[in-house]
Every structure is written in structure tokens, then in C-alpha cells.
């Protein structure tokens, strides 16, 4: 199987995102005044309670449409911190498309409906977070209506969360409920900020987005931090694998018209999103933002002050944009979904020789492997070498051990590539072997 079929499969795709789409639901969330974790839940037509339901009604109207394919559900439970003292109530929507081969092999898109003023703890001014992060739930929502249409053999979950803003808690309640009902989450597609083209400074980006990644792993502990130094997998975390499969895509479909600037760190400078708890819970996960960001329309109070415009309001989002970040994302689930798990297991051993030798333990599902080499002083795989399924090894001639990086993704039979496991050591020697 050659590359090419990552195009194919991606001009075979779905209709595209539709703006005026995205638009509307926009629209809709900002009419619900204020979406702040501690407003109102009770009110028909204000506040975040208002707010989840309508999301949960369309998405069951979805699910209506492909014939029952989504089941949607609110799931919750109680949080307290500084941002909610006397405990609130968090409850994200999310509807699951399970997958037609391995169902418990999970790709999760989110976006958070919460959102807010100056004041965290104010709950009752109006808050439109047009952008932040009502950009994120509309892509989510039609990346469900539009890949609700077609199959996978993969589950995919859409899922509105809660409780961003107050402490990201949204992120831990699905992550826990994921842990609990022993899925498999291949990857996290968190979209935050994703509409926006005109930075502060000026500047007008429509046509980069940006991925961030962890490069350590945060739920390693100190011996596995300590292996991933020494094999040098810093680079290569599956947070990071996750980021290089969406370079990949993009790459591979230039009709969605983005540039990924895959960012080596796993959020902005001294902030975070609702991918850190899965991060934490050892999954798999990444966040989309637009390439440029204007503060003057994150988490402020509308007004205008000196002649300057402050607030996060509907016409400032760019729906074009929006668009083609949520292509990305769907083109990004249609490949994951479409291919098996990563590989587990995957070693090397070669040292004092020209030669390397990869193993892998084999995939359920998978109909071939790719094992994909680079220099060690680059970041993007360079080279591969395809596999049948029945293998379990390769041997690679004159490729020194100690001057490249290896890593081996199972194939699904369409060419679906699963993300890239990095090889790591064999095991340990018996003692008093050479070293």
C-alpha cells in the first residue's frame, strides 16, 4: 500500500462543512445570553442548562436522521474548587456513533459550551463566547451531522462539555467516563477557539491552524519519564504521533486549504484546555486553536473603552475559516476511525550493527503495517516500508540504529493509517551481557 491512499480515501469524503451551517448554530448558543457553568439551568431560554438541552435536541435529531445511528446522552456529576465554592453541578452532552468493527476503539471531537466575562464568578451577564468556544461546539455538531452519514468501524463520540472555564472539568468528566467504560480512546480532538483570523496585533491568518501536543508524557510516571529520555521519544509521546497524523492529513488534502503548525507544547503559554485531563489519563489528545488570537475577545465583558471594542460577539467569527478547521477535524476522524489501533509492543534492537531490527505485537483488524524511519535530528518521518499483516518484524539493511528514529502504524484495508508507536527498547538483557 502506498500513500496515496490517504488521498483517495480523503477526496472520497463527505460533503464539506457548511458555513452558513456553523453560522446558525452560532448564532443559536449566543442567544442563550450567558452559557456560564454556574448560570441557570432551569430557565427555557437563558443560561447554560438551556443551552445544553437545544444541543442535545439537535444532536438527537441527527441521530433521527441516520437512523438512530448517534445515542445521546447528558452525563454529570458535582465539582467544587475556587471557581465554584459551593460545588456545582457540571454535565456535558455527548452522542456516540458506535463503530461497526471495534466499538470500544474511541475517537472523541469536543468543544466547550461553557463561557464567560472578566469576572469568572459572574453568571448572570450576558456572555456570548461566540468564539470561545461556541466556534468549537458548532464544528463538533457538524462534524456529527455530516459524519453521522457514513460508517466506521471505530466509535466516534461529539461531545459538548461543561465547566471549562471553571476548572476543566468538563475534559475530567468524560475522560473519567471513558476510563469507566473501558474505551479504548485512540484520540482527542479538542477544538477551542477555532474562529477567529484576526490577531491583536493587527494581523490576518485565515489559512494556518494551530495543534498542540505534549512532548513528556504527563501520565508517566518517573521511570517512564526517565525511558523516554533515554530511547529520545520526547518527540514522539502519542500525544505528539497524534499531531503528526494531522500535519499528515492536511498535507494529504490540500482542497481543505489549512496549514498545521503543530506547536511542541500542550497548550498555550501558561494556559490549558479541556484535552489536559485526558492527557492525564494517558490518552491520546491535542488541541486546535486558529493561528492568531484576539485577547480583546476572550473572556471580556462587552463595552467598548477609549474607542476600543472588548467582547466575544458573533461578528467577529470567521465562518469560512470555521469551516475548513472543522474539515480538517473531519478528514482527521475519517482516517482514525477508518484505520485500527496503533500497534503496541514496538521495539528495536541493532546496537553494534549497521542493521535494525523492529518488532511489533500484531493489530486485530489490521490488513498491513507501515514501518516509518527518520534521521534523528528531524521530527517528520521521512521513510517507510509497508508489511503484510501476518508480520510481526522487519529487518532494515544499513539503517544504523543509532542515527534514526522508528516507529511502525497498522493499516486498515482501505489504507487508513493508525497513529505511529515509536519504537522503544527490547527487553532487558540477561545479566552480564555486553552492553
Not at 432551569?42 to 442548562?49: A, F, K, L, M
Not at 456529527?144 to 472539568?169: D, K, N
Not at 500542550?266 to 490549558?272: C, E, H, M, N, V
Not at 522487519?394 to 493509517?417: C, Q
Request: hydrophobic share 40%.
Amino acid at each position: 500500500m502506498k500513500q496515496p491512499l490517504l488521498a483517495l480515501l480523503l477526496t472520497a469524503a463527505a460533503p464539506a462543512p457548511d458555513a452558513t451551517m456553523l453560522h446558525a448554530t452560532v448564532v443559536k448558543l449566543v442567544d442563550f445570553g450567558t452559557r456560564h457553568t454556574l448560570s441557570t439551568t432551569t430557565d427555557s431560554s437563558r443560561g447554560i442548562g438551556a443551552a445544553r438541552r437545544w444541543v442535545a435536541g439537535r444532536l438527537t435529531e441527527m441521530g433521527r436522521t441516520c437512523g438512530n445511528c448517534l445515542v445521546v446522552e447528558t452525563i454529570g456529576t458535582t465539582f467544587s474548587g475556587p471557581r465554584a465554592p459551593r460545588g456545582a453541578r457540571v454535565e456535558d452532552v455527548i452522542a456516540v456513533q458506535k463503530g461497526s468493527g471495534d466499538p470500544d476503539h474511541v475517537i472523541i471531537v469536543q468543544g466547550h459550551i461553557d463561557s464567560r466575562v472578566n469576572d469568572v464568578m459572574d453568571a448572570t451577564t450576558d456572555a456570548p463566547g461566540a468564539n470561545d468556544d461556541a466556534s468549537g461546539v458548532a464544528l463538533v455538531m457538524e462534524a456529527a451531522r455530516l459524519l453521522s452519514r457514513e460508517r466506521f468501524p471505530a466509535t466516534i463520540v461529539y461531545a459538548a462539555l461543561s465547566g471549562e472555564e471553571q476548572g476543566l472539568w468538563g475534559g475530567k468528566l468524560l475522560a473519567d467516563t471513558a476510563k469507566a467504560r473501558g474505551w479504548k480512546v485512540a484520540a482527542v480532538l479538542n477544538n477551542d477557539i477555532v474562529g477567529n483570523t484576526h490577531g491583536i496585533g493587527g494581523e490576518h491568518v485565515d489559512d494556518r491552524v494551530r495543534v498542540f501536543s505534549e512532548g513528556i508524557e504527563t501520565a508517566a510516571d518517573a521511570a517512564g519519564v526517565k525511558q523516554q529520555r533515554a530511547i529520545g521519544g520526547e518527540d514522539d509521546s502519542p500525544s505528539r504521533a497524534l499531531a503528526k497524523a494531522i500535519v499528515r492529513v492536511a498535507e494529504a488534502d490540500k482542497g481543505i486549504g489549512l496549514d498545521v503548525i503543530a506547536v511542541r507544547r500542550p497548550d498555550r503559554f501558561q494556559r490549558g484546555g479541556d484535552h489536559i485531563p485526558f492527557l492525564e489519563a494517558g490518552y491520546p489528545a491535542v488541541r486546535f486553536t486558529e493561528a492568531t488570537e484576539d485577547y480583546d475577545r476572550q473572556h471580556q465583558t462587552i463595552r467598548t473603552e477609549n474607542g476600543r471594542r472588548y467582547g466575544d460577539t458573533i461578528e467577529f467569527v470567521d465562518f469560512p475559516y470555521l469551516a475548513r478547521v472543522t474539515a480538517l477535524n473531519m478528514a482527521v476522524i475519517r482516517e482514525l476511525a477508518s484505520a485500527p489501533a496503533a500497534p503496541a509492543g514496538v521495539s528495536i534492537a541493532g546496537a553494534l550493527s549497521d542493521d535494525t531490527h523492529v518488532t511489533w505485537q500484531p493489530v486485530a483488524n489490521a490488513s498491513a503495517y507501515r514501518i516509518r524511519w527518520r534521521r534523528a535530528d528531524g521530527f517528520a518521518w521521512t521513510d517507510q516500508r509497508d508489511v503484510p499483516a501476518s508480520a510481526t518484524s522487519l529487518d532494515l539493511a544499513h539503517v544504523n540504529i543509532d542515527d534514526h528514529f522508528f516507529g511502525v502504524s497498522a493499516l486498515g484495508p482501505t489504507g487508513a493509517e493508525s497513529l505511529v508507536t515509536f519504537a522503544g527498547v527490547p527487553p532487558r538483557p540477561a545479566p552480564g551481557s555486553s552492553k
